[in-house]
């Protein structure tokens, strides 16, 4: 099971890894950026179903037992954490790009509020959205596999 885990990690890192440094690093569309994503998806499926049918070839006759199912639930724990911050933070961006220059005529926020708000809105957009909780989402992953890589390894 710990290979299995290895294996998810080390191709969620390296494979939306090169998605992220792409992403920043290219002006891609919003099109151009589906695809891009897509492709990661289909090769991240493709490259795991070959690794983990391998590993599950060679270790047939094992089976889980309690301490895989603590394990993986302290792993879906951490996971949930991660992807909940990530949740409250696209709602938080999404909130902040619909008040956009509205804030001004608040005077209970004050005016350096305002321009803080301003500011923020200016970076949101749908994109920045979906891509918070796109990264949030593989980031739980991250934290999620790492966390039982974790307890194998320390023996809880």
Do not use: C
């Amino acid at each position: 099971r710990e290979k299995v885990l290895w294996v998810n990690l080390i191709t969620t890192i390296s494979i939306f890894g090169y998605y992220l440094v792409t992403i920043l690093t290219k002006d891609l569309d919003g099109s151009q950026a589906t695809w891009l994503y897509l492709k990661m998806v289909f090769w991240a499926i493709v490259i795991e179903v070959v690794l983990i049918s391998v590993i599950a070839s060679r270790n047939k006759n094992q089976k889980g037992d309690e301490r895989d199912k603590l394990y993986e639930t302290r792993g879906y724990r951490w996971g949930y954490f991660v992807m909940f911050a990530g949740i409250i933070v696209a709602l938080w961006q999404t909130v902040v790009s619909s008040l956009g220059q509205t804030v001004f005529s608040n005077p209970n926020i004050g005016e350096k509020g305002a321009e803080l708000v301003v500011r923020f809105s200016e970076y949101a957009s749908p994109f920045v959205i979906i891509h918070i909780l796109l990264f949030s989402l593989i980031i739980a992953e991250i934290a999620k596999s790492a966390v039982q890589i974790f307890y194998y390894r320390r023996g809880f």
